[in-house]
């Protein structure tokens, strides 16, 4: 690579069980007529029960009752993996009838617990419907089933020189229809914008089992109410998502990436500025990492990017990367805009480094998305996805530490690590806090709801991108007034009168 400044459980938590929770008196247990229903509306290898004549055991679904961070443990005593809509629809009548809760899950790669079975509601796991249905060289418009690996589909489309709208760590599990529930952002949103845009309909099994067909391929139509929006980030909580049409970019024909060391987080602000006003069009990705995390990833096998001497003066890192359609044009852009950093007069950056290959380009991305995984090795973590000023990025990671060290958290007997990285761009920033011996009460204790308040302090937001699901419906009247969470309950009661519909989650 081109370096610049030389050339230019122990305590695990259970979900909270809910046996006296209103959410779930209404709701019934499944039973082995249900189960025995359920068997007769799909082939036999879509249903796993431990309840029945072919019941199979705990361990055999297991995988659907705990979620990616080991954080959030479920109760479902049956998991069913239907193959097509009409299926799912069937399930869903039958559910509506007896009462039963529904859990819709797609990759299970969801980070606030909202996957998981909370009570007696089945799993619903979409990963048997995963064909695509139509894709649009011209148009750009692909239309595939909900359980699509996101991956899969980037697959799909790259030979017709098209990318997805959307790119995320987790690409390699979660599918088109999870993201869309919980309106995944991830690393291309500042340039492709959020699903509320590049979805263009859906298609939705509705808490009665009725088959919501609003499937369009058109990007234009202001006939009334655009009800696929609702389902945007609903979370499973208003009908389950069968089948997804969205509108996929044109690959880039040039990406470059560049990885810069910053001497303090103050710099970030000004240079995001300097950064968007250079170089225009072509930037797709803004991505801050602050000191703690890049070392982290280094601990955990990441390749080096700068040498001990430039790290000596370094705070944070931004990952820009620019996509565009001339090579030549862009690298010009890139080139000038570098020098221009490094010859200013008060540089913003200590150093950068640019990517020369496509190695080295996968091998900055790498470590940025890494860092998921990463955060997963080091111990249990608490995260907070939030929407703060840019400006306050810093600040809030660093009063959350205080925080900590305050009560004698902060140490390797309980937190080990309190650090921060997101989407500068998109003003996102995930905060994840490292319980190195486990999730513990205490820990818990003094995060929240003091995040939560200093959030609120800056007119923030408590979810960013990954949503409420089990973990933050408490504090949903942090980002939202009495007023809009009494129209959310009523869309609810709308959509979903029995609550049946991943009760529990999002709405306190
Ligand atoms: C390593 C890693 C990196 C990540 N990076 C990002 C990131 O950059 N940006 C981001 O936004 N998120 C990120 N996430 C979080 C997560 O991957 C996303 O939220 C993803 O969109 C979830 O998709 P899934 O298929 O795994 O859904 P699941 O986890 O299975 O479900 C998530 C929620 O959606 C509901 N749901 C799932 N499928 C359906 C359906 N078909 N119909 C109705 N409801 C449904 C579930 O009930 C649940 O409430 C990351 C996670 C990991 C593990």
Redesign the pocket.
Known sequence: MLSLCRVVRPLAFRARRCAHNPAFSHLNTVTEEDVAHFSNILAPSSVFSTIGSNSVSSNDIATYNV??MGKYYGKATTVLRPRSTAEVSEIVKWCAKRKIGI?????????VG??ISLDKEIVLS?GAMSKVRSFDPVSGILVAD??CILQSLSEYVAPHNHIMPLD???KG???I???????????RLLRYGTLHGTVLGLE?VLPDGTILDQLSTLRKDNTGYDMKQL?IG????L????GVSILTPPAPQASHNVMLALPRYDNVLPLFQTVRRQLGEILSSFEYIDRTAYDMAIDHGHSRIFNEEELKSTQCFVLVETSGSNKEHDEQKLTELLESLLTAAKPLIVTGTLSQSAAQFASLWALR?GL??AVQKEGKPYKY?ISVPIADFQRVVDVLRDQLKSRGLYGDHAVSKVMGYG?VGDGNLHINVIAKHGYAPEIEQALEPFIYEVVASLNGSVSA???L?SMKPHALHYSKSNVSIDWMRKIKGTFDPLNIM?PG?VLP
Do not use: Y
Not at 178 to 186: D, P
Not at 234 to 237: D, H, L, P, Q
Not at 239 to 242: D, E, I, P
């Open positions: 979620d990616w859990v819709p899950q797609g990759g299970n790669t969801g980070l909202g996957s979409l909900a359980g995320l760590g987790a599990s979660c599918q229809g999870g993201n869309v529930s919980t309106n995944a952002g991830g690393l939705v389902f609903a979370e499973g909580t009908g389950v998502v069968t998305e998921t995984e996805d989407h991108e990954h949503g699901g991943n989650k």
